[in-house]
């Protein structure tokens, strides 16, 4: 079955703690991407890469990191500068050229302790 | 800044009726546009994409674009309850940059 992973479904954080929201894809896409969505709200850009070990900030980056070290992965960590990490996470993934569509995720739920 | 606004709802209507979603975007630069539908607690799956003035039909949805006015619309028709749902519009920028910018969403209700 061709799709996107996330795991876990739901993960709950504690005041300072790192914690790492796993994303994979078999879809052979080159492009790979993570966005927030508060309630009520559209989604927010956190960063995208359009190629392995390559990555840049989106629109909300701040409190966050990414790696890119295989063209299946691209997990988020959320960090503790991050003070309002509660949010439904989600990743996406894409071929690059025009009208790429990004496919979507089933998402994280995040909640803080 | 670029934008995409979308009119917030809820918007309600009965079943069999015709639904009509409208966005509009900011960035006159957009080349490819995008409609997902959420529902509740779900992620977003893509229903239409347009690139090109004009309608686009897929079954009982029919997106419509106007880049001289920067509009964008989805109609739904013979709405079904199950169509009930968030709907979201996505804009995408031309050039290199290929990341999305998404609307708020307009909630859709089909009432049986």
């Known amino acids: ?113 | 800044q670029k934008e995409v606004e979308q009119n917030s709802g809820p918007l309600s209507v009965p079943e069999g009726a015709i639904a009509s979603l409208n966005c509009t975007y900011s960035d006159r630069g957009s080349q490819s546009f995008f409609w997902y539908r959420q529902y509740s607690g779900k992620s977003p799956e893509l229903i239409m994409s347009i690139y090109s003035n004009g309608d686009k039909e897929d079954g009982r949805f029919t997106a419509q674009l106007n880049k001289a006015s920067q509009y964008v619309s989805l109609l739904i028709r013979d709405s079904q309850p199950s169509d009930s749902a968030t709907y979201l519009c996505a804009v995408q920028a031309g050039g290199s940059a290929r990341q999305l910018t998404f609307g708020s969403g307009t909630q859709l209700t089909v009432l049986p």
């Open chain 1, 1 to 113: 079955d061709g799709g996107i992973t996330q795991s876990p479904k739901y993960l709950f954080r504690k005041e300072g703690q790192n914690v790492t929201l796993s994303c994979e894809q078999n879809l052979n896409h080159d492009a790979m991407y993570w966005y927030r969505q508060d309630p009520g709200q559209g989604l927010r850009l956190i960063y995208y890469s359009q190629i392995v070990n390559d990555f840049q900030k989106g629109d909300i980056a701040e409190g966050y990191s990414v790696s890119r070290e295989k063209k299946e992965s691209f997990p988020l960590t959320v960090t503790s500068a991050q003070k309002n990490p509660t949010a439904f996470y989600l990743c996406a993934s894409g071929d690059t050229g025009f009208g790429e569509t990004q496919y979507f995720g089933p998402g994280t739920r995040l909640l803080v302790l």
